[in-house]
């Protein structure tokens, strides 16, 4: 989507803040004990308090309101009876419609007590998304979001899972430009114009490069069990810069 009214960007604003403020007291909520179907039912009371709709189940008859994934899954993890225990790492994801305009953010939390390596994971998840984030301008290229984040997981010794991209959001969960890699593509040629709203979501991880597809049709993990983070804003390119739209 690219944004051509102001009307529009209230509206991507408003959905982003809604998705945002779920994540964050889904967050706040996590502790021990609770079950991933109870912090699901939270994020589904937030969002239809105000109007909206899960995008998952909205979009693709996704099997719960939120994804909340329990390490080692890493994505599209279904809310079910499962405790939450101490040490797990745990991500959600939030997006949803609301008044035609999708928002669409996640992290990921680790559960105390969690070791210097599992800290220092989830820091730098935070970290390599913004340094996508920061690669953001108008008339620059795509790739080169990509870049910036995988130079950063190279200096500190991680991998990138690259079977899961960002992507265009907007007028739908999934929108033009597509999928937008979170790693270096050399050959990507497309370029960012003024208004374009899309996701960065680096799949930051301490081994692994791919995540496969559980039995159940939705949960994906890496093959080796590495603990794998995802933090993700929804933002918009601008003549000052990327504006995010998933702040709280």
């Known amino acids: 989507m690219t944004i051509e009214k102001e009307e529009e960007l209230e509206g991507l604003k408003a959905a982003g803040r809604l998705v945002a403020r779920t994540l964050e007291a889904m ?37 719960g309101a939120t994804c909340i994934s329990v390490g080692p899954d890493c ?16 991500n959600i994801d939030v997006s949803a419609e609301l008044n035609g305009f999708f928002g669409d953010t996640g992290a990921s939390f680790a559960v105390p007590p969690v070791t210097q390596k599992i800290e220092r ?43 899961l991209a960002s992507h ?37 991880s301490l081994g692994a490069d791919w995540v496969e597809e559980l039995d159940d049709g939705w949960t994906l993990t890496p093959p080796g069990g590495e603990p794998t983070v995802q933090y993700e804003h929804t933002l918009v390119a601008t003549k000052r810069g990327p504006v995010i739209l998933t702040l709280a």
Request: charged share 30%; net charge neutral; glycine share 12%.
């Open 27 to 63: 967050g706040k909520a996590l502790e021990p004990g609770i079950t991933t179907r109870e912090l699901d039912q939270l994020g589904r009371q937030m969002l239809e308090l105000e109007g909206a709709r899960s995008a998952p189940e909205l979009t693709s008859k996704f099997p």
């Open 75 to 90: 994505a599209h993890g279904i809310p079910d009876d499962r405790k939450i225990a101490a040490g797990d790492l745990v």
């Open 121 to 163: 994971l989830c820091r730098d998840g935070r970290r390599a998304m913004w340094s996508g984030i920061r690669a953001v301008r108008p008339g620059g290229k795509l790739n080169e979001i990509g870049k910036a984040i995988e130079t950063f997981a190279d200096k500190h010794g991680y991998s990138l899972v690259k079977n």
């Open 168 to 204: 265009g959001v907007g007028r739908s969960l999934h929108d033009d430009p597509g999928e937008i890699p979170t790693w270096w593509e050399p050959g990507d040629r497309r370029r960012i114009h003024e208004g374009l709203v899309f996701t960065i979501e680096p799949f930051l």
